[in-house]
C-alpha cells in the first residue's frame, strides 16, 4: 500500500469508514488506521537487553532471564497517539523475540518469531516501532520457547490522551510464577508424565483420600473415560510473585489516596484469584480497555489477562491486594500505605475430589482424543456431538434448555440465530448454520460448579456489536487435549497437523471455544480485540485473551480489519508448547522480510522430541528404560537384567495412531533357558499398544515365530507419593515355527511382576517388587 500516494489513501479510507458506518466505536479501536502518516507523532523511545542472570526468587539462586537486569523487565510507559520505538537487544546466546501482548500494531512488529518477525539473534538488536493506537494496561513477553517463564516479560502502561477516570496515582502489579527448574525441563517431566508436582504442591488425589470421601464411584467414572482427576494447574512451583517478590510493600501511599491498580497476569502458567483488604475496590478495566465501573472484590485473573482497579488506601492501616493461585498451591501479597494490615479475603483450596464427584454425576464425555487417526478429516461439529456435555442426553430431558450458556443469554443467542441465518449463503462458512450450539446446555449443576468464572460482570462502555448487515464466518474449535502424554489441540489437531484458519477482511470471525478438557486454558488473538459475547448482549466487552473454564463453550467474534498471520494460541505456555495452537490467516502475501525466517520452525516447536529415563536398581535386578518421544513417534529402550542371570532387552518403534492407540514394531532379547545366559535369542516383533479405559497399557504382539503374546500393566496411586504397580504377560507357541516336543499342544510363557514405589523426591523413589523370572527384591528408582 505504501506505493501509493497519501491522498489516494486518505479518499479511499474515507470511502472505507463512509461504508462501514454502521460500525460501531469499537471497531474504531480496532479499526487499522491504513497506514495513517505517522511523522508528525511524538516520538518515545525506550531501549531494552534481555540477558541471563543469576537470580534468587524462591529461596535459591537460578539463572534467569531478565531485562535491563531485572524479573519481571521494566515498565514502557506511553502517552495514547505516541509512535513508540523500542530497540531489543538480545545479550543472551540463544534466539529471543518480544511480544507485545494486547497492542494492535503492523503485523511485522508482533514479535512472534517465524511468524510474523524475525527472531532475535544472539548479539543483536532489533527495533520495533509501531503508532500507539489505545491506552490501558499491557504487557510484553517473549515468544521464544519458555522463556517468559525465566522472567523475559514486563509491563506497558499507555496512558489516554486525556484521563477520564478519577484517581490520584497508580501503581503496576504484575504476578508472575516462579520454577527453580529448567523450564524445558519442567516440560520434559509433564511430557514423560509425573505426580510429582501435584504431590510438592498437595493437589494429588491418592485413592486413600477418594475412597475416604466416598468418592470411588467417581473416580471409576473418570478411570473409564481414562482420566485421573479433574487437574487445574500442572507445574508445581515454589514461589508466586508480584513485581518479582513473594511479598510487596508500598508503604508511600497516603490514607484516603485513591490508586489505580494496573494488574497483569504474566504467569506461564498459573491464574489466580485476586482478593483485595479494606474497601471494596472498583474494577474499571479489563485487558486495558474501560469497563462500566463495577465494586467487586474476588475476581478471577487467567494468565495474559489485565485487570485495572481503583483502590482507596485505608484511613488507618494498610490494604492487602493478595493473588492466590487458582488451585491454592500458593499466594503473592502486596501491601499498600501503613499501619496495620487489613487482609485480603482468603480464597479457600479448590476441593479437587468434590469436583470430580460434581463432574462424574454430570452427563459429559471426557477424553477427547488430542491426535486423530486422519487430521485432514477435521469435523469440529461431529466432535462437539461426540464429546463433552451431551446435549441431548435422554438421562435428563430438562438438559434441552435453551440460554443456559456459560457467558451469554437468551436475547444474544436469538441474535445469533439471526446473523447465522445471514451467513446460509456464506461459502466460507464452517459450521451448519443455523447450529447455535451456545443455545444448549446441560442441566443447572454445571452451571454453579464454573459460574465464578463467567465474564458476566464485564460490560463496555460503549456498543460493540457489529452491523447486522456484515458477513459472518463461523469457526468452532473444540478444546482438546492429552493429560497422559501432555499433548494439547484443538479439534483434535495439534498445530504441527494443520493449516492455518482462513479468516477474511470485513468478515465478523465468530469463534466458539468449546473446552472438551479438565483444565482451564486462557486463548489469546494477537493484533486484534475480539468480543467475549455475555450477558452485556450489544455492550459485551472487548478483549484480547479469554479463559475457557472445563467443559465449557465460550463465544467470541471480532471483526476482520487487518492483514497478514496471527498468533491465536493458549496462554498457558506449556500448551501452547504442546499444540495447542493455530495460525489465523488473512491470506495475504508473505512479508518479504520474513523469507529466510520460515514458519516451519515455529511448528517444529511445537513437535519437539523429548527423552526420558528411569532405572531401577534392586537387589534382585536392574532395569533400564529410555523414551524418545514427539507427537507421532516413540523409540522405547528397555532393559531387565536379574542377578540369577535372567535377561530381556527390547528396542521398539511406535506411531501414535490416535492417543491411545499405537503400532509399534521391534527386536526383543532374552534368554531361553531360565536362570542361564547361555543360550540367548533374538526376535523380531509387531503389534499394537493400546491404552484402555480404566487406564491399562496392553500390548498386544506376534513375534517371527508366530508366538502371539499379551502384556497388560497398570499402576495406582494408593496412598500419597505410594504407588503399586502390576503387570502380566502371557505368551503361546502353538509350535507354527519351531514345533514343538512330542506329546505337546502347546508350549506357554507367562511373565508376571507386582511392586510397590515410594516417592523420595522427583527423581528418586524407593522401590520393591516381585518378579517371577527374577524373585522378591528392593532397591532405588531413578527418573531422569
Ligand atoms: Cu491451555
Known amino acids: 500500500m505504501k506505493k501509493f500516494p497519501n491522498i489516494i489513501l486518505a479518499i479511499f479510507a474515507f470511502a472505507l469508514s463512509f461504508l462501514l458506518s454502521g460500525l460501531t466505536n469499537a471497531q474504531n479501536l480496532t479499526e487499522k488506521s491504513v497506514e495513517g502518516n505517522t511523522d508528525n507523532l511524538p516520538v518515545r523511545e525506550y531501549a531494552i537487553s534481555i540477558n541471563e542472570l543469576a537470580v534468587n526468587k524462591a529461596g535459591k539462586e537460578v539463572m534467569g532471564m531478565a531485562i535491563n537486569g531485572s524479573v519481571p523487565g521494566p515498565t514502557l510507559t506511553f502517552t495514547e497517539g505516541e509512535y513508540a520505538v523500542i530497540y531489543v537487544k538480545n545479550e543472551m546466546d540463544e534466539e529471543t523475540s518480544i511480544h507485545w501482548?494486547?497492542?494492535?500494531?503492523?503485523?511485522?512488529?508482533?514479535?512472534?518469531?517465524?511468524?510474523?518477525?524475525?527472531?532475535?539473534?544472539?548479539?543483536?538488536?532489533?527495533?520495533?516501532?509501531?503508532?500507539?493506537?489505545?491506552?490501558?494496561?499491557?504487557?510484553?513477553?517473549?515468544?521464544?520457547?519458555?522463556?517468559e517463564q525465566s522472567g523475559v516479560f514486563g509491563s506497558i502502561v499507555i496512558h489516554p490522551k486525556e484521563e477520564t477516570l478519577a484517581y490520584d496515582k497508580e501503581l503496576v502489579i504484575m504476578l508472575s510464577d516462579w520454577t527453580n527448574e529448567k523450564p524445558m525441563n519442567v516440560l520434559r517431566f509433564l511430557k514423560r508424565g509425573t505426580e510429582w508436582y501435584n504431590w510438592r504442591k498437595g493437589t494429588a488425589t491418592p485413592l486413600n483420600q477418594v475412597i475416604a470421601r466416598g468418592a470411588l464411584a467417581a473416580q471409576l467414572n473418570f478411570w473409564r473415560q481414562r482420566m485421573e482427576s479433574a487437574d487445574i494447574a500442572d507445574i508445581y512451583y515454589p514461589a508466586f510473585l508480584v513485581n518479582g517478590e513473594q511479598i510487596q510493600e508500598y508503604p508511600n501511599f497516603k490514607p484516603g489516596e485513591k490508586v489505580r491498580l494496573r494488574i497483569i497476569n504474566g504467569a506461564a502458567s498459573t491464574s489466580f484469584w485476586m482478593t483485595f483488604g479494606g474497601e471494596e475496590p472498583t474494577l474499571v478495566a479489563a485487558d486495558g480497555l474501560n469497563v462500566e465501573p463495577v465494586k467487586r472484590n474476588k475476581t478471577f485473573i487467567a494468565i495474559a489477562e489485565t485487570y485495572d482497579f481503583i483502590v482507596s488506601i485505608p484511613k488507618s492501616g494498610k490494604m492487602e491486594f493478595?493473588?492466590?493461585?487458582?488451585?491454592?498451591?500458593?499466594?503473592?501479597?502486596?501491601?499498600?500505605?501503613?499501619?496495620?494490615?487489613?487482609?485480603?479475603?482468603?480464597?479457600?483450596?479448590?476441593?479437587?475430589?468434590?469436583?470430580?464427584?460434581?463432574?462424574?454425576?454430570?452427563?459429559?464425555?471426557?477424553?477427547?482424543?488430542?491426535?486423530k487417526f486422519n487430521p485432514k478429516k477435521d469435523d469440529p461439529q461431529k466432535m462437539m456431538e461426540n464429546w463433552g456435555m451431551q446435549m441431548k442426553g435422554d438421562k435428563n430431558p430438562d438438559n434441552d434448555m435453551p440460554g443456559m450458556n456459560m457467558a451469554g443469554n437468551k436475547e444474544e443467542v436469538s441474535q445469533m440465530d439471526h446473523s447465522s441465518m445471514d451467513m446460509s449463503d456464506d461459502k466460507n462458512s464452517k459450521m451448519d448454520p443455523p447450529s447455535a450450539p451456545m443455545a444448549e446446555m446441560p442441566g443447572m449443576e454445571n452451571m454453579d460448579m464454573f459460574s465464578e468464572y463467567n465474564y458476566n460482570y464485564l460490560k463496555s462502555p460503549e456498543k460493540t456489536v457489529y452491523g447486522k448487515d456484515v458477513p459472518v464466518n463461523e469457526i468452532l474449535l473444540n478444546l482438546t487435549g492429552n493429560m497422559n502424554r501432555y499433548i494439547w489441540s484443538m479439534n483434535g489437531i495439534p498445530l504441527s497437523e494443520t493449516d492455518k484458519i482462513k479468516i477474511k477482511e470485513r468478515q465478523i470471525t465468530r469463534i466458539t471455544l468449546n473446552n472438551l478438557t479438565m483444565m482451564h486454558h486462557p486463548m489469546h488473538l494477537h493484533g486484534h480485540f475480539f468480543r467475549v459475547i455475555n450477558e452485556s448482549g450489544d455492550y459485551s466487552p472487548l478483549k484480547h485473551t479469554v479463559n475457557v473454564p472445563p467443559m465449557q463453550k465460550v463465544t467470541i467474534e471480532f471483526y476482520g480489519n487487518e492483514y497478514g498471520d496471527w498468533f491465536f494460541h493458549c496462554h498457558i505456555l506449556y500448551h501452547m508448547m504442546g499444540g495447542m495452537a493455530r495460525v489465523v490467516s488473512y491470506d495475504t502475501p508473505e512479508d518479504p522480510r520474513m523469507k529466510p525466517f520460515p514458519i516451519s520452525k515455529l511448528i517444529h516447536e511445537t513437535n519437539r522430541f523429548y527423552s526420558w529415563g528411569m532405572a531401577d536398581v534392586a537387589?534382585?535386578?536392574?532395569?533400564?528404560?529410555?523414551?524418545?518421544?514427539?507427537?507421532?513417534?516413540?523409540?522405547?529402550?528397555?532393559?531387565?537384567?536379574?542377578?540369577?542371570?535372567n535377561l530381556e532387552a527390547e528396542f521398539s518403534y511406535e506411531y501414535y495412531l490416535?492417543?491411545?492407540?499405537?503400532?509399534?514394531?521391534?527386536?526383543?532379547?532374552?534368554?531361553?533357558?531360565?536362570?542361564?545366559?547361555?543360550?540367548?535369542?533374538?526376535?523380531?516383533?509387531?503389534?499394537?499398544?493400546?491404552?484402555?479405559?480404566?487406564?491399562?497399557?496392553?500390548?498386544?504382539?506376534?513375534?517371527?515365530?508366530?508366538?502371539?503374546?499379551?502384556?497388560?500393566?497398570?499402576?495406582?496411586?494408593?496412598?500419597?507419593?505410594?504407588?503399586?504397580?502390576?503387570?502380566?504377560?502371557?505368551?503361546?507357541?502353538?509350535?507354527?515355527?519351531?514345533?514343538?516336543?512330542?506329546?505337546?499342544?502347546?508350549?506357554?510363557?507367562?511373565?508376571?511382576?507386582?511392586?510397590?514405589?515410594?516417592?523420595?523426591?522427583?527423581?528418586?523413589?524407593?522401590?520393591?517388587?516381585?518378579?517371577?523370572?527374577?524373585?522378591?527384591?528392593?532397591?532405588?528408582?531413578?527418573?531422569?
Open 101 to 147: 501482548h494486547g497492542l494492535l500494531l503492523p503485523n511485522f512488529y508482533d514479535g512472534v518469531p517465524y511468524l510474523t518477525t524475525p527472531p532475535i539473534a544472539p548479539g543483536e538488536t532489533q527495533k520495533y516501532e509501531f503508532p500507539l493506537k489505545q491506552a490501558g494496561t499491557y504487557w510484553y513477553h517473549s515468544h521464544t520457547m519458555l522463556q
Open 619 to 645: 537387589s534382585h535386578n536392574t532395569t533400564v528404560n529410555l523414551t524418545t518421544s514427539n507427537i507421532r513417534n516413540q523409540f522405547n529402550l528397555s532393559m531387565e537384567y536379574g542377578w540369577n542371570q
Open 658 to 784: 490416535y492417543d491411545y492407540l499405537r503400532v509399534f514394531g521391534g527386536i526383543n532379547v532374552e534368554n531361553t533357558t531360565r536362570n542361564s545366559l547361555d543360550d540367548m535369542k533374538t526376535i523380531a516383533v509387531a503389534g499394537i499398544r493400546w491404552f484402555t479405559p480404566y487406564m491399562f497399557n496392553v500390548d498386544l504382539r506376534i513375534d517371527n515365530e508366530l508366538r502371539p503374546r499379551i502384556g497388560i500393566g497398570r499402576s495406582l496411586m494408593i496412598f500419597p507419593k505410594l504407588s503399586i504397580f502390576g503387570y502380566y504377560e502371557y505368551q503361546i507357541d502353538a509350535g507354527l515355527v519351531n514345533g514343538l516336543e512330542a506329546g505337546q499342544n502347546y508350549k506357554e510363557e507367562i511373565v508376571w511382576s507386582a511392586g510397590a514405589q515410594y516417592m523420595l523426591s522427583k527423581n528418586f523413589s524407593l522401590m520393591t517388587s516381585y518378579d517371577n523370572r527374577f524373585g522378591a527384591g528392593g532397591g532405588l528408582s531413578v527418573m531422569f
Open 322 to 371: 493478595r493473588a492466590t493461585a487458582q488451585d491454592g498451591s500458593g499466594t503473592a501479597s502486596a501491601f499498600l500505605g501503613q499501619g496495620e494490615v487489613l487482609a485480603a479475603e482468603d480464597v479457600p483450596r479448590p476441593d479437587k475430589i468434590g469436583m470430580m464427584m460434581q463432574m462424574a454425576k454430570m452427563d459429559m464425555r471426557m477424553g477427547a482424543p488430542a491426535l
